[in-house]
DNA sequence: AGTATGACGTTTT
DNA sequence: AAAAACGCCATAC
């Protein structure tokens, strides 16, 4: 059994458990995973996770985007993977190639919630 | 212990 | 409004 108050589960893992909560249908963004994950700065990692985890765990990475509702992704490098990915999710795109966050930006129940973070207390710094 | 990585986010031009 | 600059972070090595 691990240490009393020492997480067991890295943020990596922890970032993960996030992304496969987003339900088909909706996004997510990184900062959004980051803050779910128990770190809001930590965008940038969930980036590293995804990056090392797309194509070979079972992550609906396509449902990560950025503040904007833009792919990040890199057309030729997996961006136009991703937006047909989402289209057949029924995620819609504007002329822009944008993403109604309003719309379609996944946020957790209470319940979801309190599971994603029974892995440990959630340092926001954000005040 | 320092450097590199990255599909970001926020602030400043 | 758009772009650059800047800040930030967990992991790999």
């Known amino acids: 059994m691990p240490e009393k108050g020492m ?13 496969r909560a987003v339900p088909r249908g909706r996004v997510c963004t ?19 996770v995804l990056h090392s985890c797309s194509a070979s765990r079972d992550l609906p990475w396509q449902r990560i985007v950025d503040r904007a509702g833009r792919i990040s992704l890199p057309p030729g490098r997996g ?24 719309r379609f930006l996944w946020r957790p129940d209470a319940a979801t919630l309190r599971d994603l973070r029974e892995g440990g207390p959630a340092p926001d710094r954000g005040a």
């Open 30 to 48: 990184y900062g959004g995973i980051a803050r779910l994950a128990g770190n809001a700065r930590a965008a940038r990692q969930v980036v590293r």
């Open 79 to 102: 961006g136009d993977e991703q937006r047909r990915l989402l289209e057949r999710e029924g995620v819609r795109f504007d002329a822009d190639g944008r993403i109604d966050l309003e």
């Open 7 to 19: 997480p067991t589960r890295s943020f990596t893992q922890r970032a993960m458990d996030c992304i």
